[in-house]
């Protein structure tokens, strides 16, 4: 089962400490597929819907975006509704105070 990264959303090799792209340290806690589904600070393009649905079910989070993207085109403009809609709809990512991070190494966008 594949990882992804927090930062860029780069898929990884299971049990990832590192990402191979982007360099970012990989939170065990943050990498597990199948968490609550909530928006990510990290890693988002527009405002990580398509990083929550990818994360929360496992999906490899370019494939959704690609999708999102293609379906939005063949909708016209449904699925910007929809999106707009899960947008409002998911909440979230409460901020970090987990201690996900290790010490001194802050999440991506501080
Ligand atoms: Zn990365």
Redesign the pocket.
């Known amino acids: 089962m594949a990882v992804y990264?927090t930062?860029?959303g780069?898929g990884l090799p299971a049990g990832a400490r590192f990402?191979s792209?982007?360099g970012?340290v990989m939170p065990a806690a943050n990498v597990a597929p199948g968490g609550p589904l909530i928006r990510p600070h990290a890693g988002r393009q527009i405002a990580g819907v398509c990083l929550a649905l990818a994360r929360a079910y496992g999906w490899d989070v370019s494939a959704v975006r690609i999708i999102t993207v293609l379906a939005f085109f063949f909708s016209s403009g449904l699925v910007g509704v929809a999106y707009l809609a899960a947008w409002i709809g998911i909440p979230e990512e409460p901020p970090d105070l987990s201690g996900a991070y290790p010490p001194g190494v802050y999440p991506p966008g501080i």
């Open positions: 990264c930062r860029c780069t990402c792209n982007c970012a």
